[in-house]
């Protein structure tokens, strides 16, 4: 079951919600807008790899914007620490901005409960698009769960602005990684 807007503000109130910060005007009525950070990252390399970090350059969006181009993944992030020990978050674009041909997530839009961070948001856009630090980009709804709790733990926890994939780290527990340059 979906959270209300003014169900949200209450279990902010009471501290099962968490958004730091907090603006009234930004509650609607079953989700919260949620801001673009001014950090941006993107993967300097042609071909990336599961099996190692890989390279990224850090800009910071100017007060002129950002022109995001099609065919690439930005990591962005939200000014707002967002979470809940007792809600899933899921976020999703605002469709103000999905109209323009962005996605703020590609396929993870499912927080993990106990997730309490500036959740990386995975920008792509289907054309050029300007976008600006701030901008009112995203929505987050809070669901009631069914069932035992297990509160995330996991690697991308406390996050503070954009998290690069650290999907290399879970190689130790499936595979040995190929040497470098093998199968490229």
């Given amino acids: 079951m979906i959270l209300t807007g003014a169900e ?3 279990q902010h109130e009471q501290g099962r919600i968490t958004i730091d ?4 005007g930004q509650v609607n ?20 790899d599961v099996a190692r970090p890989n390279p ?3 800009l910071t969006i100017g007060a002129n914007g950002l022109v995001l181009q099609p065919d690439r993944i930005y990591l962005g992030h939200t000014v707002e620490v967002m979470g809940s020990d007792h809600y899933v978050p899921i976020i999703r674009a605002r469709s103000s901005v999905a109209r323009l041909g962005l996605f703020v997530h590609v396929t993870a839009d499912l927080i993990d409960i106990g997730s309490h961070n500036q959740w990386t948001l995975q920008l792509h856009a ?7 630090a701030n901008l009112l980009i995203g929505q987050v709804t809070f669901w009631r769960v069914h069932g035992d709790i297990t509160l995330y733990d996991g690697k991308y926890q406390g996050a503070r602005g954009p998290r690069e994939s650290e999907i290399h780290r879970d190689f130790p527990h499936f595979t040995t990684p190929p040497p470098a340059g093998a199968g490229s």
């Fill in 56 to 58: 990224v350059r850090t």
């Fill in 29 to 48: 009525p079953n989700s919260y807008n949620f801001r673009l950070g001014p950090t941006i990252k993107t993967y300097t390399s042609d071909i990336l």
């Fill in 21 to 24: 910060p907090f603006a009234t």
């Fill in 126 to 132: 289907v054309q050029p698009l300007r976008v600006y």
């Fill in 8 to 10: 949200i503000t209450r």
